[in-house]
């Protein structure tokens, strides 16, 4: 049997992973100097909310060496193989220390670097999971999520400039000048990297300009997991982005999946962001 590893990053909760099945690996997260596990006592609302009143931006810690390892041995014992799928390694050092702790279970355990976070490393975590329906073993599975990574593309609108500005990633000039005309910056995970790719006046052309780089990418392949995302204490947004991406879906689906960007992602583009994640035709 092959078992299935993620951490965080991929906003699976540890309530969920259970559900599923899987084994969920918590990034911690400090505000000040309080201490929290990602997904397991620090959920999205409640992360949000703490965000919002935090004059500083809280630190996430990378998953070290030793605590994959235990997750590895503990998933090992019985004979079973494991997959395992880690944020993007251009994000954190999470799957250096994956790889680190792999070496001990070699032809046992397999880790996938998704390339990807939020959303994007979700998805790579759901289409493993089908495949282990399908009984393939571990090492079909991680070579068939190789292959398809680089098809996944998750881009979002955020709400404000406030948290890339507090983060270093913007100056202080550019955060308020983008305030004044109120520009929705567009952002993609591009070669595993969060990158600006398109700015738009407002939210609405920024639903559009979301809408128009999908159509770009050729499509949605709907034979393979696909959802949209959303931040912040409501998601009034993501119901408007719904509506106003409606022709992307209504031939395809009745029900569009939908989830919270968690701590990991949300610590940089803030409240009110809405994104969408699919694999490409």
């Not at 309530?15 to 400090?30: Q, S, T």
Request: aromatic share 8%; glycine share 8%; charged share 25%.
């Amino acid at each position: 049997m092959v078992k299935l590893i993620i951490d965080s990053a991929s906003d699976i909760s540890k309530a969920e992973a259970e559900k599923l099945g899987i084994v969920m690996i918590p990034m911690e997260v400090k505000f000040d100097e309080e201490e929290y596990l990602d997904g397991v006592n620090l959920m999205p609302l409640n992360f949000y909310e703490k965000l919002i009143e935090s004059d500083t931006l809280p630190k996430t810690s990378q998953i070290n060496p030793y605590r994959f390892e235990e997750a590895f041995r503990e998933a090992t014992k019985t004979g079973d193989e494991v997959v395992a799928i880690t944020i993007s390694s251009r994000l954190s050092g999470t799957y250096a220390s994956a790889v680190q702790a792999a070496a001990n279970f070699k032809g046992k355990v397999f880790v996938v670097d998704s390339l990807n976070a939020c959303i994007g490393e979700r998805l790579l975590g759901q289409y493993a999971l089908r495949l282990i329906e399908q009984g393939k073993t571990a090492a079909e599975i991680a070579a068939e999520l190789e292959r398809v990574k680089t098809k996944v593309n998750v881009m979002a609108v955020l709400n404000t400039l406030e948290y890339l500005k507090k983060g270093g990633r913007i100056s202080a000039a550019v955060a308020l000048a983008g305030q004044m005309l109120s520009i929705k910056p567009v952002v993609s995970v591009v070669d595993g990297e969060v990158k600006l790719v398109g700015k738009a006046m407002g939210s609405k052309k920024g639903n559009n300009l979301l809408n128009t780089l999908v159509e770009k990418k050729g499509g949605i392949d709907f034979s393979m997991p696909y959802g949209i995302v959303w931040s912040g204490l409501n998601d009034c947004a993501m119901q408007k982005y719904k509506q106003d991406s409606a022709h992307l879906w209504k031939e395809h689906t009745d029900d569009v999946p939908s989830y919270m960007i968690g701590s990991t992602i949300g610590t940089h583009v803030g409240p009110g962001a809405i994104g969408v994640a699919f694999f490409e035709n």
